[in-house]
C-alpha cells in the first residue's frame, strides 16, 4: 500500500453498526475515517474512481489483499475492470492477476452505481458477473457479515476458488489463532500458485 493508503479518507456522519470483536477496540462516540459511507453511492463511485487511479498510476500488481469493506471495494474494481475489458477492443492485461479477500463484504454492481449513482449489490444466479482471476476467501464461522462474505464467494469463478472458514469472528487470523493462521497461509500459497500457473498458460 502506497503512504497514506490507497484513496483519500473522508470523514462520514453516520450510524455504524460494529462486527463483533470490534466493540471493545472503539466508543461509539468516537469519529472516525472511512474510504466509503455505503449509504452514500457518491463516496462509493469516489473511492472506485480513486482506487483505479491509484492502481492506472501505480500497477498492475500481483495482487490484492482485502479486508471486510475494502474487500467489497476491491472485488467491485475487479469486476469494473473486467467489464471494461469487455468492451475495450485492445484486451489489455487485468491490473490485479488474484485476490485474497478476508471476511469480504459482496460486490456492488459498477455499471448501475455510474450509471444511476445507486449501489445495488450483486446476487450469485441472479446477476452474470464472476470474477474471472484466482481468489482466496477467508472468514470466520462466528462473524455475523459471513453470508456477504459466502455471496463474493460465489461470485468468483469456482475453477481458481479456494475457501477456509475458522473458528473466528470478523477478524484477519493472526499469532493467538495458530491453526487458521497455518491455513490461511496454505490457501493464499495455493491461489498464489493458481495465478503463476494461469500466468505460464498465458504466455
Keep these: 500500500m502506497a503512504?497514506?493508503?490507497?484513496?483519500?479518507?473522508?470523514r462520514t456522519q453516520t450510524t455504524i453498526d460494529f462486527a463483533a470483536g470490534i466493540e471493545p477496540l472503539f466508543s461509539a462516540q468516537e469519529d472516525f475515517f472511512a474510504f466509503l459511507n455505503p449509504a452514500d453511492p457518491a463516496t462509493y463511485q469516489k473511492a472506485l474512481d480513486d482506487l483505479d487511479a491509484y492502481v492506472a498510476c501505480e500497477g498492475p500488481f500481483d495482487g490484492v489483499l482485502a479486508f471486510s469493506q475494502g474487500a467489497g471495494l476491491a472485488a467491485t474494481y475487479i469486476l469494473d475492470q473486467q467489464h471494461a475489458q469487455a468492451k475495450s477492443q485492445h484486451r489489455a492485461e487485468l491490473p490485479l492477476r488474484c485476490a485474497v479477500f478476508f471476511s469480504g463484504e459482496a460486490p456492488v454492481n459498477s455499471v448501475i452505481l455510474r450509471r444511476d449513482g445507486k449501489t445495488q449489490v450483486l446476487r450469485p444466479g441472479i446477476d452474470d458477473e464472476v470474477i474471472r482471476i484466482p481468489t482466496a476467501h477467508?472468514?470466520?464461522?462466528?462473524?455475523?457479515?459471513?453470508?456477504?462474505?459466502?455471496?463474493?464467494y460465489k461470485l468468483c469463478s469456482g475453477a481458481?476458488?479456494?475457501?477456509?472458514?475458522?473458528?473466528g469472528g470478523h477478524e484477519v487470523p493472526g499469532s493467538k489463532m495458530e491453526?487458521?493462521?497455518?491455513?490461511s497461509v496454505h490457501i493464499i500459497r495455493r491461489t498464489i500458485g493458481e495465478t503463476l500457473a494461469v500466468q505460464r498458460t498465458t504466455r
Design 3 to 10: 503512504p497514506g493508503g490507497w484513496f483519500r479518507t473522508e
Design 179 to 183: 491453526e487458521a493462521l497455518t491455513e
Design 138 to 152: 477467508i472468514w470466520g464461522s462466528n462473524d455475523g457479515g459471513q453470508r456477504e462474505s459466502e455471496l463474493l
Design 160 to 167: 481458481s476458488k479456494a475457501v477456509f472458514v475458522h473458528n
